[in-house]
């Protein structure tokens, strides 16, 4: 199994260009992450988290600067660094098993092989049972474990998580928090994980790194060192998610709309 890799980002800088419209997305940005760390990225919308994600997976080219994974430049995507989203984009005409298979198929593994990695991932994330329902059987919260039993069964080094469980309820949340957590400690996968809420960011991270709005820019780097499991509800966990807010509306501008933050 590939535990994570480094992270290095050096004067990355994004300015989309779409006919005589252009957005300064991210401000030129310097980042080390370090193998297997869990960084939160926090800020409002807009704030270029996303378009972090994207160069950072390879999906966009930065207009300037340089991003290695250990010290491999990055350019282009590779399964070894997988996007998930709050939309988990499952195949809906594959059973669950099919879509945790599919991203094994151009795998060297014997077609048996890569049905038992498969359905070992499916058990790890708590689906047992439900190997041949389809997506429109599951519920949102499963359709978000099937996506990450798909993404680690193809066992890459990084996680990119673009707001992944926003669109779950509370509860749920809470659940795939844990589910996360244990799977991260368990793999030691480096993890970037994009967030508006602020206990999200505390209650996960190794690290916060707070972005300001437009251009992008990280305005604060800030460790947690509070001891593992931690749950949304812990008081240590809303004490240092109150000081982030702070820092965060600090860094935000007093035009920006920041309905989007949570506390
Ligand atoms: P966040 O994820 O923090 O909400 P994004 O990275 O999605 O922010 O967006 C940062 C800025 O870049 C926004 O102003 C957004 O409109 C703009 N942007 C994002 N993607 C594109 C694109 N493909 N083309 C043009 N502008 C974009
Ligand atoms: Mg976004």
Redesign the pocket.
Known sequence: MSTGRALHLRGVQKT?V?GDRT?D?LAPTDLDVEPGEFVCLL?A????????LQLVAGLEPATSGTITVDDTPVEGPSSDRVLLFQDAALFPWLTVEDNVAFGLKHSTRPVDDQRQVARDWIARVHLRGFEGAYVHQLSGGMRQRVALARALATDPSMLLMDEPFGALDALTRDRLHEELESLWAATRKTVLF?THNVREAVALGDRVLV?SP?P?RIVADVRVTLPRPRALEDVAVMQQAADLMKVLRRALDATTDDSRIEA
């Open positions: 989309y779409s957005v997305a800020g919308s807009g704030c270029g988290k996303s378009t972090l994009v972005f437009r992008g």
